[in-house]
């Protein structure tokens, strides 16, 4: 169902992703009341299911295009697509186009739907100019630069704009920040020694880091990351940004208590 929206507010559909949905439904419902405070009237499609990432990079592209063609469907009728996720918003608005490229049936309609799309944070900074958030939370926070966020979005300096602007809140520089955390999706599943060996390094320099809480804006590198700190004994929160940003930090962290 698509939103009726007031006094001009632009119509936000969130792509709520199947980790947070699954996993870390808490990370929809912050994502829901930043967008409201930089006033946006928001729904969330019921209809939704899979971005169809998993079966894309598994070179299944008959499944893919039938999970993007419900995607398009569900969505396109809104102002903006705006997911928590680096990894889905960069499948929803870079890899669609190609994968209807030269089909002239639908080639126009996904280039207007992926246009739309943006990733949640981005999408605060870059399109509604949100430069602070009136959360508290205390303590100190690294940030890891997911790979997909990064390099297919350009998202690096946003988040932590938005980060410098929570009372109590400061930042630690992260080692490496910009390396991969070895999570991939199925790629720690093809090859887990290798991912095994990137998500060490990356744990080891969250330890070195000396902040408290672990950052990022993709939940599957979180939780990957999550379980190596708790495998080697490194007691850091883990939490999605949209979270902090929004003030909801009473919830237990990504993987329970430490």
Same mark, same amino acid.
């Given at each position: 169902?698509?939103?009726?929206?007031?006094?001009?507010?632009?119509?936000?559909?969130?792509?709520?992703?199947?980790?947070? %949905?699954?996993?870390?439904?808490?990370?929809?419902?912050? #994502?829901?009341?930043?967008?409201?405070?930089?006033?946006?009237?928001?729904?969330?499609?019921?209809?939704?299911?899979?971005?169809?990432?998993?079966?894309?990079?598994?070179?299944?592209?008959?499944?893919?295009?039938?999970? #993007?063609?419900?995607?398009?469907?569900?969505?396109?009728?809104?102002?903006?697509?705006?997911?928590?996720?680096?990894?889905?918003?960069?499948?929803?608005?870079?890899?669609?186009?190609?994968?209807?490229?030269?089909?002239? #049936?639908?080639?126009?309609?996904?280039?207007?739907?992926?246009?739309?799309?943006?990733?949640?944070?981005?999408?605060?900074?870059?399109?509604?100019?949100?430069?602070?958030?009136?959360?508290?939370?205390?303590?100190?926070?690294?940030?890891?630069?997911?790979?997909?966020?990064?390099?297919?979005?350009?998202?690096?300096?946003?988040?932590?704009?938005?980060?410098?602007?929570? %009372?109590?809140?400061?930042?630690? %520089?992260?080692?490496? #920040?910009?390396?991969?955390?070895?999570?991939?999706?199925?790629?720690?599943?093809?090859?887990? %020694?290798?991912?095994?060996?990137?998500?060490?390094?990356?744990? +080891?320099?969250?330890?070195?880091?000396?902040?408290?809480?672990?950052?990022?804006?993709?939940?599957?590198?979180?939780?990957?990351?999550?379980?190596?700190?708790? +495998?080697?004994?490194?007691?850091?929160?883990?939490?999605?940004?949209?979270e902090v940003l929004a003030g909801m930090t009473d919830a237990p962290p990504i993987g329970g208590k430490l």
């Amino acid at each position: 169902m698509n939103a009726v929206s007031h006094a001009g507010q632009p119509r936000v559909a969130l792509f709520v992703t199947c980790l947070v %949905d699954l996993f870390r439904p808490s990370v929809g419902f912050a #994502a829901i009341k930043l967008l409201e405070e930089a006033g946006c009237t928001v729904s969330v499609p019921a209809a939704q299911t899979c971005c169809g990432q998993p079966t894309y990079n598994s070179g299944d592209r008959a499944d893919t295009r039938a999970i #993007a063609e419900q995607v398009i469907a569900g969505f396109e009728g809104f102002d903006y697509v705006v997911a928590p996720s680096g990894s889905c918003a960069a499948m929803l608005k870079r890899h669609y186009p190609e994968l209807f490229a030269g089909d002239p #049936a639908w080639e126009t309609r996904v280039a207007a739907f992926s246009d739309k799309v943006h990733e949640l944070v981005s999408f605060l900074t870059d399109v509604r100019g949100m430069t602070t958030v009136t959360a508290q939370v205390s303590g100190t926070a690294t940030y890891h630069d997911s790979c997909s966020g990064l390099r297919e979005l350009g998202i690096k300096r946003q988040p932590r704009m938005l980060l410098e602007s929570v %009372d109590g809140l400061a930042l630690a %520089d992260l080692k490496d #920040a910009e390396v991969c955390c070895g999570f991939g999706g199925t790629f720690c599943v093809k090859y887990p %020694d290798i991912s095994n060996a990137i998500v060490t390094k990356k744990a +080891r320099n969250v330890g070195m880091s000396g902040a408290d809480m672990l950052l990022a804006g993709d939940l599957g590198c979180l939780m990957n990351m999550d379980g190596k700190l708790k +495998r080697e004994g490194i007691a850091v929160e883990v939490r999605h940004v949209a979270e902090v940003l929004a003030g909801m930090t009473d919830a237990p962290p990504i993987g329970g208590k430490l």
